[in-house]
């Protein structure tokens, strides 16, 4: 049974930086398309980046210069570096991973995700 665990989430100023984690245990998921989504109250879960096992990497337009997605295989866990934060930054973030062997060429639905974590609030102030 897959299992992802994010971390890292918290409070910050507007322009302030956070890192959020995702530690992936009972999976292969370094054989996969794994992301980071993210849901403010009363919207859509959202695709906020994307990262292939072979280091391809995607992202929300709205996150592109200011968001970087990277994986440590060794360990094995996802990352999600946030700079630059802004107050519509503002959700809880959910890790996500694909089946194994899938391959992602844009952000997937929400849907073709079965694997989710429990998510982490981060939380930006003007």
């Known amino acids: 049974q897959a299992q992802l665990v994010e971390s890292g989430g918290g409070s910050v100023q507007s322009g302030g930086s956070l890192r959020l984690s995702c530690a992936a245990s009972?999976?292969?998921?370094?054989?996969?398309?794994m992301g980071w989504f993210r849901q403010a109250p009363g919207k859509e879960r959202e695709g906020v980046a994307v990262?292939?096992?072979?280091?391809?990497?995607m992202y929300a337009d709205s996150v592109k210069g200011r968001f970087t997605i990277s994986q440590d295989n060794a360990k094995p866990t996802l990352y999600l570096q946030m700079n630059s934060l802004k107050p519509e930054d503002t959700s809880m973030y959910y890790c996500?991973?694909?089946?194994?062997?899938?391959?992602?060429?844009?952000?997937?639905?929400?849907?073709?995700?079965?694997?989710w974590g429990q998510g982490t609030q981060v939380t930006v102030s003007s």
């Open positions: 996500a991973a694909r089946v194994p062997f899938t391959y992602c060429s844009a952000i997937p639905s929400r849907a073709l995700f079965p694997y």
């Open positions: 009972g999976y292969t998921y370094t054989r996969s398309c």
């Open positions: 990262i292939n096992r072979d280091g391809t990497t």
